[in-house]
Nanobody, 120 residues
């Protein structure tokens, strides 16, 4: 099994910055993909930024130029640096990983989510 622990959410004024972290733990063999999704109230969960299988980086159009995703493979951790935050960035941010744990097939795992609230 793989466990994901997110941190770094909170309340920030528009124009401010936050940095989210997601650490994966467990009997991890490999992590081919890892990224961030968010869900605003009344809306579907959407991709924010991710490292995809194959080594590509994807960003939602709405965050390009403001958010930056990075990862520390040695720590099995992915980060999301968010700058110039807007009220529409408000939502619960979820970490998602496609990972292989020892003795298990490659599977998708989700974190518990961390709230980001941007006030105007």
């Amino acid at each position: 099994q793989v466990q994901l622990v997110e941190s770094g959410g909170g309340l920030v004024q528009a124009g401010g910055s936050l940095r989210l972290s997601c650490a994966a733990s467990g009997s991890i063999v490999s992590i081919p993909a890892m990224g961030w999704y968010r869900q605003a109230p009344g809306k579907e969960r959407e991709l924010v930024a991710a490292f995809t299988i194959g080594g590509f980086t994807r960003y939602a159009d709405s965050v390009k130029g403001r958010f930056n995703i990075s990862r520390d493979n040695a720590k099995n951790t992915v980060y999301l640096q968010m700058r110039s935050l807007k009220p529409e960035d408000t939502g619960v941010y979820y970490c998602k990983t496609t990972a292989q744990a020892m003795g298990l097939p490659i599977s998708v795992y989700w974190g518990q989510g961390t709230q980001v609230t941007v006030s105007s």
